[in-house]
């Protein structure tokens, strides 16, 4: 849609009042990143449920899966 509306990710970043220049578009995991990110939300007492990590934190839960196969086993190798 974005690139339908505004013509690129860029444009509709701006027409949503995101500066394009500084918002990254991909976040590139791997395991540590996720391990550490598994750790500060944890830290932070948020609920490590794999139903709410899907809701606030998907790109997290989907990296969890793809590197560790499933978000009990990036859970398990965060320590928590």
């Not at 509306?5 to 991909?26: K, N, Y």
């Not at 449920?49 to 560790?68: C, K, N, T, V, Y």
């Amino acid at each position: 849609i974005s690139k339908r509306m505004f013509g690129s990710w860029p444009r509709a970043l701006s027409a949503a009042g995101i500066d394009p220049d500084t918002e990254t578009l991909h976040i590139k995991w791997d395991k540590e990143s996720i391990v550490w990110d598994i750790r500060q939300l944890d830290a932070d007492g948020s609920d490590l449920g794999s139903r709410d990590i899907q809701q606030s934190e998907p790109a997290l839960h989907a990296a969890a899966i793809r590197h560790f196969g499933s978000w009990r086993a990036a859970l398990n190798a965060a320590g928590v």
